[in-house]
């Protein structure tokens, strides 16, 4: 299986200011067609999880542009410029290369 | 707009069979994947298994041996079964749908995911 691994796994932020979340992977996501196999979603307080970023870089419908995902092969960033109170919650990172879909053990975000 | 609505038994014994449905609203199965996601209190998501419309299924190895996934698409709605069930299986159990990106290898990210419905194994 790949192995998906995040950091930090807690992160307080104060409004305003940026955050940046890294996952990495145990095998390259990267594949011949140029892309990264790689999603980002977010786990609101009671909610169901929901995308942020697919194939690495890519923002899925409604989501603010204060939200960026980069990187490649193995290592990925989503990075959240401007930290509102509502981004609070926990991040994912997913690996769509193969199955069994592999997930980070998320990022709690919360406010200062 | 795309709508996953689930349903399914909350409250298990060891030993029985857990039993899921999860429906679809605003669009059609045939093009995607459907995936059933499993999420521990308090802890991270674990993938169970996906199939698609024509009914191909992948299932997680750690749970292959007892997972049975199935679609009704005269009723728009997709199944799951986990037999022989612990207290381990206790979790909230989402079902989602898988976006196809790339389809010589089925890779897919999840766009559409079901209100999740928890269910506790206990004596």
């Known amino acids: 299986d790949v192995v998906m691994t995040q950091s930090p796994l807690s992160l307080p932020v104060t409004p305003g200011e940026s955050a940046s979340i890294s996952c990495r992977s145990s095998?390259?996501?990267?594949?011949?067609?140029?892309?990264?196999?790689l999603d980002w979603y977010l786990q609101k307080p009671g909610q169901s999880p929901h995308l942020l970023i697919y194939?690495?870089?890519n923002r899925a419908s409604g989501v603010p542009d204060r939200f960026s995902g980069s990187g490649s092969g193995t290592d990925f960033t989503l990075k959240i410029s401007r930290v509102e109170a509502e981004d609070v919650g926990v991040y994912y990172c997913?690996?769509?290369?193969?199955?069994?879909?592999?997930f980070g053990q998320g990022t709690k975000l919360e406010i200062k | 707009q795309v709508q996953l609505q689930q349903w399914g038994a909350g409250l298990l014994k060891p030993s029985e069979t857990l039993s899921l449905t999860c429906a679809v609203f605003?669009?059609?199965?045939?093009?995607?994947?459907w995936s059933w996601i499993r999420q521990p209190p308090g802890k991270g998501l674990e993938w169970i298994g996906e199939?698609?419309?024509?009914?191909?299924?992948n299932y997680n190895p750690s749970l292959k041996s007892r997972v049975t996934m199935s679609l009704d698409t005269s009723k728009n709605q997709l199944s799951l079964n986990l037999s022989s069930v612990t207290a381990a299986d206790s979790a909230v159990y989402f079902c989602?749908?898988?976006?196809?990106?790339?389809?010589?290898?089925?890779?897919?990210?999840?766009?559409?995911w079901g209100q999740g419905t928890l269910v506790t194994v206990s004596s």
């Open positions: 989602a749908r898988g976006h196809i990106f790339d389809f010589l290898s089925g890779s897919y990210y999840l766009d559409f």
């Open positions: 605003g669009g059609s199965f045939s093009g995607f994947y």
């Open positions: 199939l698609n419309h024509s009914g191909n299924t």
């Open positions: 095998e390259s996501l990267l594949q011949s067609n140029g892309y990264n196999y």
């Open positions: 194939m690495g870089s």
């Open positions: 997913m690996q769509a290369l193969q199955t069994p879909r592999t």
